[in-house]
């Protein structure tokens, strides 16, 4: 019971800090909050305004028409790219960004051939307008998978139903598959801002002002600390909201499931089949956001990192291989360590709520837990990291003797605390998932034999588990070696990482010498994806195998 009450203190204290920077407010704050909304807080909210407005609407329109075009029509190629399609979850948007400023730039062969074509052209990728298109590129994903699942389970049923009724193929698509995707797309579009709004690296580069550049330039250039949380807090709050309505659309989803909608994927010969015309339709549909979401980037980065190599005044290789060596060491070791201490926490938490016959109060604090852990990976970096360093500021000023802000800030300790607190709900979400398929009976007959919990845990549960452990690793894994805010500001002196290296060299216009990390980082972003992908198709093969006729 302590421990969990512990655990639960550690993760809301990063909130609790963030909100706790609006009480005891003097004189001198209140007045420098009103300067703040006189000056620079109608940008942050201008920017973040239109950016939540475009990336949504960007992302429902490319993710929901690749779900329809691939789940409801049946075409030459159709299966590999409904796979393909999914390539660009592995693209972070400001690795995008990167490679679209040097292949956009105004000396570029791009520009040039359209100065040339069009006297005065001239267009800067760095501006709103293109950070929209890095987010949507790479963020479609998000709707189109929840879109295609919907529309998977029932829609290809109805749509026959709606085909025998005499109904147009529009009518079919406006009345029967876009309301069954409706809740989908509407999960998958707050993901999707979620995700921009917690996003540092595209915002900074291209110069925006938004919440998350803002609230780094007030902790790390002005040093305040006060408007810093302020901003976190404000970002929290709209952070919040999304995540209510993304819950909200996601038991939608699973009210409109039904039981008898399987084996949806044996029916594919019942697909309308595309004509040549349309079939190039659908290829362009589908194809041109893996193209721009995910293969010209990858070639972009290609090149880049092709010439720097070959290129006269490049370091020399082993140079070059000794500090790649040890941006990926401090990656890998910073993914390992929160990896291992987020699988740890989520399997103790689940396998508490597992027991049964709790106490009342102790059950209220076990899904009080939950949801505060589940609530971690919707908070942007920033604004945990922020939460994080604000009251070891206050603590460190009570009790400086204590050196809590050199443990945190010198150490890895404090960059693994912040990991925790956005990722161990991805852990906790997978060990979820496999406890689900453990029957609790199982657990009642070990008891009955006279085992402890201990050794259930041990002997029983964990070798059921290992495979959602090692997805749960896996992922947690992932997402650290991209997150880039939260290791900005917690990372120990002369500490740098594959994101944050990646971000520096960008920054500073070496293009080249960033293409290597900023690959590095696509690579190990497709393990997922891949998982993903192999987890739809063992999820066909069954349909297709319960759609069988007995032998």
């Known amino acids: 019971m302590h421990i969990i009450g512990l655990l639960a203190v550690l993760i809301a204290l990063p909130l609790f800090g963030i909100l706790a920077a609006w009480f005891g407010l003097d004189a001198a704050g209140i007045d420098n909050l009103r300067q703040q909304m006189q000056t620079v ?127 147009p193929l529009s009518e079919r698509i406006r009345r029967v598959a876009l309301p069954l995707a409706r809740p989908a797309l509407a999960a998958g579009a707050a993901l999707a801002l979620m995700e921009t709004l917690a996003d540092y690296g595209v915002s900074a580069y291209f110069g925006l002002t938004t919440f998350t550049t803002g609230i780094y330039k007030a902790w790390v250039v002005l040093d305040d600390r006060i408007a810093a949380a302020q901003y976190a807090s404000l970002l929290l709050l709209f952070v919040s909201v999304l995540l209510w309505l993304e819950r909200r659309e996601q038991g939608r989803m699973r009210f409109a499931a039904t039981r008898g909608a399987r084996g949806s994927e044996g029916a594919e010969a019942r697909l309308p089949q595309l004509s040549r015309a349309q079939t190039l339709a659908a290829w362009a549909v589908c194809g041109l956001p893996v193209v721009l979401g995910f293969v010209l980037p990858v070639a972009i980065l290609l090149q880049l990192w092709a010439g720097q190599w070959g290129s006269s005044d490049a370091a020399m290789p082993a140079f070059d291989l000794a500090r790649y060596a040890g941006w990926v060491w401090n990656s890998f070791r910073f993914g390992g360590m929160a990896a291992l201490a987020a699988i740890v926490l989520a399997l103790g938490l689940c396998f508490a709520l597992r027991g049964a016959h709790l106490p009342r109060l102790q059950g209220l604090v076990l899904r009080l837990t939950a949801r505060l852990a589940g609530m971690g990976y919707a908070i942007p970096g920033s604004v945990i990291a922020v939460g994080i360093l604000l009251p070891v500021a206050w603590l460190q000023a009570l009790w400086p003797a204590a050196g809590l802000g050199v443990l945190l800030t010198a150490s890895s300790l404090g960059v693994i605390y912040a990991y925790l607190v956005r990722f161990t709900a991805v852990a906790v979400q997978s060990v979820e998932s496999g406890y689900t ?24 549960h964990m070798p059921l588990l290992w495979r959602s452990l090692a997805v749960a690793a896996l992922m947690v894994f992932v997402d650290v070696v991209k997150e880039l805010p939260a290791t900005l500001l917690l990372r120990p002196f002369d500490t740098d990482t594959l994101a944050v290296i990646a971000h520096n060299l960008a920054r500073d216009e070496r293009l080249g010498e960033a293409a290597l990390p900023a690959l590095s980082i696509v690579l190990v972003g497709l393990a997922p994806v891949l998982l993903v992908m192999r987890a739809l198709d063992g999820r066909r093969r069954t349909d297709l195998q319960s759609a069988l006729p007995p032998a």
């Open 41 to 167: 807080l109608p940008g942050y909210l201008a920017t973040s305004g239109w950016l939540a407005l475009m990336v949504p609407l960007g992302v429902v329109v490319i993710g929901g028409a690749a779900a329809v075009t691939v789940s409801l029509f049946e075409f030459r190629g159709r299966r590999w790219l409904s796979w393909a399609l999914l390539l660009p979850m592995a693209m972070p948007a400001y690795v995008s960004a990167y490679a679209y400023t040097d292949f956009l730039q105004y000396a570029g062969a791009v520009q040039s051939t359209l100065r040339g074509w069009f006297p005065g052209w001239r267009m800067d990728v760095r501006g709103l307008p293109g950070a929209v298109c890095m987010f949507v590129f790479t963020l479609y994903p998000y709707a189109y998978l929840l879109a295609r699942n919907a529309l998977s389970e029932r829609g290809m049923h109805l749509m026959e139903a709606a085909r025998m009724l005499g109904t």
């Open 437 to 460: 398929r453990i029957p609790a009976s199982l657990d009642e007959a070990a008891r009955t034999l006279g085992s402890s919990r201990a050794v259930i845990a041990w002997r029983l």
